[in-house]
């Protein structure tokens, strides 16, 4: 069966300091792959989704990138965190050509 | 401009009422709606979608182009059915971009 694992659960972080959220998917190949971030009072809002390996889409401009390295691994990254960045952070997974359909448990990032 | 409406944040029901949770939108284009839901300490997770025009745990959902609505119906609720529902579009032909609504936090009552 599918599952999806995503990294680390809760992240404190200064202002400016580097980031990496990680998620991993297992039990499918070729995943459309996803990152959302929900602010504080506002729906999910896409940030990136990625068809295959190293083939990224953004969303948004932002102190944000994404990065596919291998087929069922996506990385949100940054290498300054900005105040604005803290939120909760989900990635996902759907098949070809579809919507997301799986989501990991979430990321809590704040920024100090 | 493109956007989904879930008018109550919280909606309360007591077991075996009919509940509703509505979901508007406004889209110029062609819209594919779907509704997602997240039970307690589980994952988001798609729950349906119109174009599949199916039941899911009980639930339907319509979707009205008159009345730009997706409303997401369920004849006799259970304590089960308590979560967290998301209402979200897409242009039709391309589901990676979803637009989603704020969320209705359904609580079934014994």
């Known amino acids: 069966s599918q599952t999806i694992h995503q990294w680390p659960a809760t992240l404190v972080q200064p202002v400016g300091s580097p980031l990496s959220l990680e998620c991993t998917v297992e039990?499918?190949?070729?995943?459309?792959l996803y990152w959302y971030r929900q602010a504080a009072g506002r729906g999910l809002q896409l940030l990136f989704y990625?068809?295959?390996?190293?083939?990224i889409s953004s969303e948004v401009p932002q102190n944000l990138s994404a990065s596919r390295p291998q087929d069922r691994q996506f990385i949100l990254s940054s290498k300054k965190l900005l105040l604005s960045d803290s939120g909760f952070y989900l990635c996902?997974?759907?098949?070809?050509?579809?919507?997301?359909?799986?989501f990991g448990d979430g990321t809590r990032l704040s920024i100090l | 401009a493109q956007r989904v409406t879930q008018p109550e944040k919280l909606l309360s029901v007591f077991k075996g009422a009919p509940v509703e949770l509505k979901c508007n939108y406004s889209?110029?284009?062609?819209?594919?709606l779907f509704w997602y839901v997240q039970y307690s300490r589980q994952r988001l997770q798609l729950l349906l979608r119109?174009?599949?025009?199916?039941s899911i745990k009980g639930f339907t959902a319509d979707l009205n182009k008159g009345e730009t609505s997706f409303h997401l119906k369920k004849p006799f609720a259970q304590e089960e059915d308590s979560a967290m529902y998301y209402c979200?579009?897409?242009?039709?032909?391309?589901?990676?971009?979803?637009?989603w609504g704020l969320g209705t936090s359904l609580a079934v009552n014994p």
């Open positions: 996902a997974w759907g098949g070809r050509g579809g919507q997301p359909q799986h």
């Open positions: 039990g499918t190949s070729n995943p459309n």
């Open positions: 889209y110029s284009g062609s819209p594919e």
């Open positions: 990625s068809v295959g390996i190293g083939q």
């Open positions: 979200a579009l897409s242009n039709a032909g391309n589901n990676r971009k979803l637009i």
């Open positions: 119109h174009i599949s025009r199916e």
